[in-house]
């Protein structure tokens, strides 16, 4: 099984600032990566898929990089409603796929 | 619009069974798979099983196979979840999600989720 590690555990911003949250997995999922959003008591978000690609709706400061073992979510200016839990998942055997721990991003 | 909506969860005992229920709406139901993931306290989801558009492919975490059974009744867009010998780490909250076929994807993307429901299992 693929372990995939996030970081920081808690990222405490303010609006406006730069987000920069880390996706590592053990072994190379190619760009098999997607990134999700998700607030307390609401569905999970899907924001990036292929590790790069923007989902349905999502805002252009929401942008996905990296491929093999190294990922990155960065939210260029951290909108109000951007303080949530993020959390990578890796999909590389497809429908099975190993999520991290999450960041959260909170309000300095 | 896309929903999903699950439901059947509650406090159940070890050992016990219990069965989930996710209907879609706003979909062609019958195309897409679906995938159930839960959430247990202060953890990160975990995946838990998956089937495929007709019903004829299923897919299960090591952790629930042999006690879960994932189906579908595509007359009802719903897919549901038969948990069996249910013990303490089941413990969760479960979400239903759509696979959906992005157009510029490999493979097919949870794009759609429901809210969970949520399962405890305690004595």
């Known amino acids: 099984e693929v372990g995939v590690t996030q970081s920081p555990a808690t990222l405490s911003l303010s609006p406006g600032e730069r987000a920069t949250l880390s996706c590592r997995t053990s072994?190379?999922?190619?760009?098999?990566l997607a990134w999700y959003q998700h607030k307390a008591g609401q569905a999970p978000r899907l924001l990036i898929y292929d590790a790069s690609k923007r989902a349905t709706g999502i805002p252009a400061r929401f942008r996905g990089s990296g491929s093999g073992t190294d990922f990155t979510l960065t939210i260029s200016s951290l909108d109000p409603e951007d303080f949530a839990v993020y959390y990578c998942?890796?999909?590389?055997?497809?429908?099975?796929?190993?999520f991290g721990q999450g960041t959260k991003v909170d309000i300095k | 619009e896309v929903q999903i909506l699950e439901s059947g969860g509650g406090l159940i005992e070890p050992g016990g069974s219990l069965r989930l229920s996710c209907e879609a709406s706003g979909i062609t139901f019958s195309n897409k798979a679906m995938s159930w993931v839960r959430q247990a306290p202060g953890k990160g989801p975990e995946w838990v099983s998956s089937?495929?558009?007709?019903?004829?492919?299923?897919y299960y975490a090591d952790s629930v196979k042999g006690r879960f059974t994932i189906s579908r009744d595509n007359s009802r867009d719903t897919v549901y979840l038969q948990m069996n010998s249910l013990r303490v780490d089941d413990t969760a909250v479960y979400y239903c999600a759509k696979e959906e076929n992005i157009r510029t994807a490999v493979i097919p993307h949870m794009d759609v989720w429901g809210e969970g429901t949520t399962v405890i299992v305690s004595s």
């Open positions: 089937i495929s558009g007709g019903g004829g492919t299923t």
């Open positions: 998942q890796e999909r590389s055997n497809w429908p099975r796929g190993t």
């Open positions: 072994q190379t999922v190619d760009n098999y």
